[in-house]
C-alpha cells in the first residue's frame, strides 16, 4: 500500500472535532474582524474631510489656526471648500469631526446593554447576519455622502447613530458562539491570539480606506460596508451556533457542563472526579483570579449543572447579581478608561499623524496601522504573561503603568520624525491594547465561571456585556474629549489619555494587592 500524501496525514492527523472548532474559531476571528473594519474609515477619512488650508494657498505659517484668522474659505460650485468637505471645513472641524465619533460610541455603549437581551431570545446566526447586513448598509449610507453632494451634518450624524446600535449585535454573538464550542475558561494565550481580530480589522480597514481616501472618499465607506455584508452572508451559510447541532463532542475541559444554543440548552454530565483530582485538573482561570472574599482559594463544584428544559428553563443571572461577582465592578472600571485610550488613538491617530508628520490622508492611514500591529502583540503577550504568572490583574497593571509614561514619549518623540514614530505606534499599540484584550476576553472568561454562577450558561453573556458596556462608554467618552481638547494642543490630549491611564490603574490596586497577598501566603505554606 502505497504511503498517503503528507498533506493528507496532515488533515487525518486531527479529529472532524477539531477541525469543526478550528473553523468556528477562524470564521469568528474574521466575523468580528469585519467589524472593526467597517468602524475604520472615519478616522482615515478625517484628513480628507479638513484639509490643511495652507497646504492649497502655499503658504507656510506656524499653525493651521493663525492662518484660518486671515482668509476665508472660497467655496466651489460644487459647495466643497479648499478646507474640505462642508460642513467640515470651518474652523470648529475638531468639534463637528468629535460629534460623528461620539455619536457611534454613544449609540454603541447604549445598545451593548441592550443587545445582551435581545441576543437571548433569538437564534445567533439569524441575529448576527441582520446585524452585520445593517452595519454594511449604514457604513455604505456615509459613504454615500459623498455621491450624492450631501453637506448636512445630521445626515452624517444619523448614519453613525444607527451603525453603532447595529454593530452592537457583533460581540455577544461571536462571543457566545466561542463559548459554547471552547467553554468559558480558556487560557490567556488562546483569547489573546483570538482577540487580534480587533487589530486585524483596524488595519484592514485602514489599507482599504486609505487606497481611495485622496481620490473618492466615498469609496473608503462602501468598500467595507459591502465587505461587512458579504461576511454577513457568509455567517448565515455557514456559522455553526454549537457543537450540538452536527454531533460534535463537548469540550472535555470540565467534569460538567452547560451549553448555550439559539433556541434550546442542554446538559451533559461527565464523570465526577475525587477531590483531590479536581483540584489538580482545575483550569488555572479558575484558580487564580476568581478570589472568594474570605479566601485566596476557589472550588468549584463539579457537580453543579444547570438542568435543560428549553431555552427560558433557566434563568439568566440578574444585571445586580453579575455586579456582585468579585472582580466585575473594578475590571468594569478598569476598562472604561483603558478603552477610552484605545478608541481614542482608533479614530484620532490618522488625522495626528496628518498634523504632526505633514503627510496625505493616504500616508497617515497607512502609517496608523503600526499602532494596531503593536495590538496584536501586546494582546497575545499579555495572555502568555497572566498565564505565566497565573495573575490577571497584575498584568493589566503592569501594561498601565509602563502605558503612561510611552504616551508621554511618543507625544515627545513623535515630533522628531518618521522613524522614531514607526517605534512609538509599535510599543504604544503593544502597552495601550494589551489590557484591553485581556480584559475583553481572558478576564470575561474567568469571571463568568465564579463559583457563585452555579453553572448558569448564561453568565458569561451577561458579564462580558456589562464589562464591554462599561468599556464602550470610555470609548464614546475619548474621542469626544479629544475634539474637545485638540484645538488647544495636541499635548493636552496626551495628557488626557495619560490620566485615563492612571486612573484604570487605579481601579485595580484592590486585586493586584489581593492576587499579591494570596501569592505570598501560599508561599509561606509551601515553606511550612
Known amino acids: 500500500m502505497a504511503q498517503l500524501p503528507l498533506g493528507i496525514r496532515f488533515i487525518t492527523s486531527f479529529s472532524r472535532d477539531q477541525w469543526y472548532r478550528a473553523f468556528i474559531f477562524s470564521l469568528t476571528f474574521f466575523l468580528y474582524a469585519s467589524f472593526h473594519l467597517s468602524r475604520k474609515p472615519i478616522s482615515i477619512v478625517k484628513g480628507e ?54 455619536s457611534f460610541l454613544c449609540a454603541y455603549a447604549v445598545g451593548m446593554y441592550l443587545s445582551g437581551i435581545i441576543g437571548e431570545r433569538l437564534p445567533i446566526r439569524y441575529y448576527l447576519t441582520v446585524g ?22 445630521w445626515f452624517y450624524i444619523m448614519a453613525q447613530i444607527a451603525n453603532g446600535l447595529v454593530q452592537t449585535t457583533g460581540w455577544p454573538s461571536v462571543v457566545t458562539c466561542i463559548g459554547n464550542w471552547f467553554g468559558k475558561g480558556r487560557r490567556g494565550l488562546i483569547m489573546g491570539i483570538w482577540n487580534s481580530h480587533t487589530s486585524v480589522g483596524n488595519i484592514l480597514g485602514s489599507l482599504i480606506a486609505a487606497y481611495w481616501v485622496s481620490t473618492c472618499w466615498g469609496l473608503s465607506f462602501v468598500m467595507p460596508g459591502v465587505i461587512i455584508a458579504v461576511m454577513g452572508i457568509v455567517c448565515f451559510l455557514f456559522l455553526i451556533e454549537h457543537p450540538k447541532d452536527i454531533s460534535c463532542s463537548c469540550t472535555p475541559s470540565s467534569s460538567s457542563k452547560t451549553f448555550l444554543n439559539g433556541e434550546s440548552r ?108 503593536g495590538g496584536i502583540f501586546g494582546g497575545i503577550l499579555a495572555g502568555l504573561i497572566s498565564d505565566r504568572l497565573e495573575k490577571r490583574a497584575s498584568t493589566c497593571g503592569m501594561m498601565l503603568l509602563l502605558a ?31 489590557p484591553y484584550a485581556l480584559i475583553t476576553t481572558a478576564v470575561s472568561a474567568d469571571l463568568g465561571t465564579h463559583k457563585s454562577l452555579k453553572g448558569n450558561a448564561r453568565a458569561l453573556s451577561t458579564v462580558t456585556a456589562i464589562i464591554d458596556g462599561t468599556g464602550s462608554v470610555g470609548a464614546a467618552l475619548g474621542p469626544l474629549l479629544a475634539g474637545l481638547i485638540s484645538p488647544s494642543g495636541w499635548n493636552n490630549v496626551f495628557y488626557m489619555l495619560m490620566v485615563a491611564d492612571a486612573c484604570a490603574l487605579l481601579f485595580l490596586l484592590r486585586l493586584i494587592q489581593k492576587e499579591l497577598r494570596c501569592n505570598t501566603d501560599h508561599t509561606l505554606f509551601k515553606e511550612h
Open 404 to 434: 503612561a509614561p510611552t504616551l508621554y514619549m511618543f507625544s515627545a518623540v513623535s515630533k522628531m520624525g518618521l522613524e522614531a514614530t514607526v517605534v512609538m505606534l509599535l510599543i504604544s499599540g503593544a502597552l495601550v491594547n494589551g
Open 49 to 102: 474631510l479638513h484639509k490643511h488650508c495652507a497646504a492649497s494657498h502655499e503658504v507656510q505659517l506656524s499653525s493651521y489656526k493663525e492662518y484660518a484668522a486671515q482668509i476665508q474659505p472660497v467655496k466651489k460650485l460644487s459647495n466643497i471648500s479648499r478646507c474640505g468637505w462642508e460642513p467640515f471645513d470651518k474652523n470648529n472641524y475638531k468639534q463637528l469631526l468629535g460629534a460623528l465619533d461620539y
Open 132 to 153: 452585520m447586513l445593517a452595519s454594511g448598509l449604514f457604513t455604505a449610507m456615509f459613504g454615500l455622502g459623498y455621491f450624492y453632494n450631501i453637506h448636512n451634518l
Open 266 to 373: 442542554f446538559r451533559v454530565q461527565m464523570p465526577a472526579l475525587n477531590s483531590k483530582e479536581n483540584s489538580k485538573t482545575q483550569v488555572p482561570e479558575m484558580q487564580h483570579l476568581l478570589i472568594d472574599s474570605e479566601n485566596c482559594s476557589v472550588s468549584l463544584d463539579s457537580s453543579t449543572v444547570v438542568t435543560g428544559e428549553g431555552r427560558h428553563g433557566t434563568s439568566a443571572i440578574s444585571f445586580l447579581g453579575a455586579l456582585r461577582i468579585p472582580g466585575v465592578i473594578e475590571f468594569s472600571l478598569c476598562l472604561l478608561f483603558a478603552k477610552l485610550v484605545s478608541y481614542t488613538f482608533l479614530f484620532w491617530l490618522p488625522l495626528y499623524i496628518t498634523n504632526v508628520e505633514h503627510l496625505d490622508a493616504k500616508r497617515a492611514g497607512d502609517l496608523s496601522t503600526l499602532f494596531d500591529v
